[in-house]
């Protein structure tokens, strides 16, 4: 295994890590997006930027700083991060809107 698979491993399971802790809002019955905000309710993280909570955003950054030496020369390494974030964020932008949708939250 070179530094460019553990390198690309690593930077994987951050994005992992948020997508599973937000998809558990989003899906459980007594939080929610729309109607009950995750800000009041959701006590293990104190600040939020925005609809996400701050420890989203720098685990992001994280991940690009992470794989940045390997991508300096080399954007294959980012489009694959690219393409893994991306297919996460529409993973769970469709299963919060399903989940609201189906729940009642959001007016049809």
């Known amino acids: 295994m070179g530094i460019h698979s553990r390198g690309m491993d690593f930077c994987a ?3 992992i890590l ?3 802790d937000y998809l ?3 899906i459980n019955p007594h939080y929610g997006v729309f109607h ?3 800000k009041n309710d959701v006590v ?3 600040h939020w930027w925005g609809p996400f909570p ?6 992001t950054f994280l ?3 992470v794989i940045s030496p390997l991508w300096w020369n080399n954007y294959v390494v980012l489009s694959e991060w690219g393409i893994m974030f991306g297919v996460f964020v529409v ?4 299963t919060l809107v399903v989940t609201e949708v189906v729940r009642g939250d959001v007016e049809r």
């Open 13 to 15: 399971v951050l994005p």
């Open 36 to 38: 009950k905000r995750p």
């Open 24 to 26: 558990w809002i989003i």
């Open 91 to 94: 993973g769970t932008v469709l």
């Open 44 to 46: 293990w993280h104190k």
């Open 18 to 20: 948020w997508l599973w």
């Open 63 to 65: 991940s690009l700083a």
């Open 54 to 59: 701050r420890d989203y955003y720098i685990g």
